[in-house]
């Protein structure tokens, strides 16, 4: 198994800038090469493994960057009448999704998960649908964190004994 691992924060992104977006809602082939060889490398991909911690009751920004570098039209969904239809195929995933103070069984007031609902969101509507999900919420808070901890890092090597 090949394993591409990509640092948002180690490995710039390329910017998704108004004519790059112009381009993209042309659905042109005119791309940059650059957005263009990321969206590559994110497509060659059979399995992802997401590590996404809750920022600011999201993602962090730049994990809504690769969301927008890589969404394209014609390629990861099209649009109809009917709505979205994502278009990759055979496609699974993990996503990993941690917090330091939200945790579900909390209320509003220390947050709401717009993380986990934003981006299996999108990762359903660009046609990747088998999407497992790992929490890991209130790190700093929660009084359970070592059985937490445990538990996800159980699922973890049991997905991980499933690929
Ligand atoms: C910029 C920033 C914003 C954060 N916002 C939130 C938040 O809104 N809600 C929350 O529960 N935790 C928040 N956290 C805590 C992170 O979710 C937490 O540190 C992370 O899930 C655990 O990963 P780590 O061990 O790599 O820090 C924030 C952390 C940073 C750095």
Same mark, same amino acid.
Request: glycine share 8%.
């Given at each position: ?36 060889a $990321?969206f ?8 992802? $493994? ?15 960057q ?20 994502? !278009?990759?195929?055979?496609?699974r ?29 999108? $990762? ?8 497992e999900?790992?929490? !890991? ?11 937490? $901890?445990?538990h ?12």
């Open positions: 198994m090949k394993v591409d691992t990509l640092d948002l924060f180690e490995d710039p992104l390329p910017p998704c800038d108004m004519e790059a977006g112009a381009a993209k809602n042309r659905g042109s082939a005119n791309r940059g090469m650059s957005s263009r $990321l590559d490398r994110f497509v060659a991909a059979d399995y992802y $493994l997401f590590n996404i911690p809750m920022w600011n009751f999201g993602v962090p920004y730049v994990v809504k690769l969301v927008d570098v890589v969404s394209q039209p014609g390629l990861t969904f099209s649009l109809s009448s009917k709505g979205y239809t994502g !278009l990759l195929r055979g496609k995933a993990c996503a990993i999704y941690t917090s330091g103070v939200f945790h579900p069984d909390s209320s509003p007031e220390f947050g709401r998960d717009f993380q986990s609902t934003y981006f299996t969101h999108w $990762l359903n509507s660009v046609g990747v649908k088998d999407v999900e790992i929490r !890991l919420n209130a790190a700093d808070r929660s009084g359970t964190f070592a059985d937490d $901890l445990n996800a890092c159980a699922r973890a090597a049991e997905l991980g004994r499933r690929l």
